[in-house]
C-alpha cells in the first residue's frame, strides 16, 4: 500500500507543519492590531533578509514579477530601451520586461548548466542595451563574475533574476548581492516561500531602494504626493511573518536540499541514459529544482505521474516560442541549447524533507520506465 502514496514535486504542507507554532501566535497579533499593510513585521522581514542576501536594502513587494520591473525601473531602465535576458527562463522574466515598454533580448544558455552564456551576452550587447538579466535557473547562480565584467564601464545595469536562488553562493557571495539590484519571488514553490505571492528587491544602492519604494506605492514618497507614475506593490504583513519564520529555518533547510541532490546523484549514478545536473567548483547551490535530462522525457513524465509522482517539466516551451512573444520575431532554431533542452528536460520531486525511501521509490520507478519503453 505504501508504494502508491503519493510523492509531490514539492511537499508545503511539512514545511507549514514546522512553522505552524511559531507563526500562529504573530497572525492573530496582526489579525487583531488590524496592521494589514506595512506592520512592523514586515520591517523586521526586510531586515533579516537584506542580513541573509549580504545587501543594505530589502524591498518587500507583492510579487517577483513586481520585483523584477521595479528593480529596472529603479535602476534607470526606460521604456525603448533593450534588455539581455535568457531565452531559458520561466516568461516572467521576459514579461517584467515588456510590460515596461522595454525591450526583451534574448541569448542562449550554455549547454552543461543552462544558464545564461556570457558570450552570447558579449554577441547582442549594443548601443540600446541598457541592462543585462541574468538568471540563476534552478538554485544554481549565473556566472555572475563574467556578465559583471561584461557591464563594467558601460553604463548597462545588472539586474538579478533571483527567484529561484535564496541562499546560493559563490566564494561566500550571495545570490541577489552581484548586481545592480535583484529581483526575487516568494511564490510558495520557491525554497523561500510565502503563504501567496511575495517578492523582494534587494540592493546595495539607497537610491534604487528609495525609488524602488516610491514606484511600489503608487509613485508616492507621502501621501498623496504623487511623483512619478506607479504601481501598487507591497508585501502583506501577514506574508512577512510566515517568511521570517522560515527565513530563520532556510539554511538548513537548503542543507537538506543539497543532501537530496547528492542522494539523487549516487541513486541515479549507473543510469546511462539520464543526464545528471552538474554542480561547480566554488560554488553553493541551493537546489530549487532538480533537472535531469533524457530522451522520450514527455513518456516518463507520464510514467512517474501515473505512479503518483510528482515529476514535472521547468519549460517546456523556450519565451520565444510562446505566443505571447512571438512579437520579437524569433523562432524554432534561433536558440539551439535551450530549444534542444526544452524536449529533453524534467524535474524530479525535490523538497527540504523529501525521504531517502521517497528518493528511491522515485529513482525505481524511472529506471522501470526506461526500461519498458
Not at 527567484?163 to 546560493?168: C, D, H, K, L, M
Not at 548581492?177 to 523561500?192: I, Q
Not at 501567496?196 to 540592493?203: I, K, R, Y
Not at 519604494?213 to 508616492?220: F, I, K, N, P
Request: proline share 5%.
Amino acid at each position: 500500500m505504501a508504494e502508491k502514496l503519493h510523492i509531490p514535486l514539492v511537499d508545503l504542507q511539512v514545511q507549514q507543519a514546522e512553522i505552524a507554532d511559531d507563526i500562529r501566535e504573530e497572525i492573530d497579533d496582526v489579525l487583531w492590531s488590524a496592521s494589514f499593510i506595512g506592520g512592523p513585521a514586515v520591517g523586521r522581514f526586510e531586515k533579516a533578509y537584506a542580513q541573509f542576501s549580504g545587501t543594505g536594502h530589502c524591498i518587500g513587494v507583492g510579487n517577483g514579477t513586481d520585483a523584477l520591473e521595479l528593480a529596472l525601473r529603479a535602476s534607470g531602465v526606460r521604456a525603448g530601451g533593450e534588455v539581455i535576458l535568457p531565452a531559458n527562463s520561466f516568461v516572467a522574466t521576459a514579461e517584467a520586461v515588456a510590460r515596461m515598454g522595454a525591450v526583451p533580448v534574448l541569448v542562449d544558455v550554455d549547454p552543461h548548466h543552462l544558464l545564461i552564456d556570457p558570450a552570447k551576452v558579449a554577441e547582442a550587447m549594443g548601443p540600446k542595451t541598457q541592462a543585462i538579466v541574468p538568471v540563476h535557473l534552478f538554485g544554481q547562480l549565473a556566472p555572475m563574475p563574467e556578465i559583471m565584467a561584461l557591464a563594467e564601464g558601460t553604463g548597462i545595469v545588472v539586474i538579478e533574476d533571483a527567484a529561484q536562488s535564496q541562499g546560493a553562493q559563490r566564494g561566500g557571495q550571495v545570490s541577489g548581492s552581484f548586481g545592480t539590484a535583484a529581483a526575487t519571488s516568494f511564490y510558495p514553490g520557491k525554497n523561500l516561500g510565502a503563504a501567496g505571492d511575495a517578492g523582494a528587491v534587494t540592493t546595495n544602492d539607497a537610491d534604487i531602494a528609495a525609488m524602488v519604494r516610491v514606484l511600489g506605492a503608487h509613485g508616492s514618497s507621502a501621501k498623496y504626493v504623487h511623483d512619478v507614475v506607479g504601481m501598487n506593490s507591497r508585501l502583506d504583513t501577514i506574508q512577512a511573518v510566515v517568511l521570517d519564520a522560515k527565513l530563520k529555518r532556510l539554511p538548513r533547510w537548503n542543507a537538506m536540499r543539497r543532501e537530496a541532490a547528492a542522494q539523487y546523484g549516487d541513486l541515479l549514478a549507473g543510469v546511462s541514459e539520464v543526464k545528471l545536473p552538474t554542480d561547480r567548483p566554488d560554488y553553493e547551490d541551493v537546489w530549487h529544482l532538480y533537472v535531469v535530462q533524457l530522451d522520450d522525457r514527455d513518456s516518463m513524465v507520464d510514467a512517474l505521474n501515473a505512479a503518483g509522482i510528482g515529476a514535472g517539466i521547468h519549460y517546456p516551451t523556450p519565451i520565444h516560442l510562446t505566443k505571447a512573444f512571438s512579437f520579437l520575431g524569433k523562432g524554432t532554431g534561433d536558440f539551439p541549447v535551450t530549444e534542444a533542452a526544452a524536449a529533453r528536460i524534467m524535474s524530479l520531486p525535490i523538497f527540504p524533507h523529501i525521504l531517502v525511501k521517497q528518493q528511491e521509490r522515485v529513482v525505481k520507478t524511472l529506471r522501470e520506465a526506461l526500461r519498458a519503453r
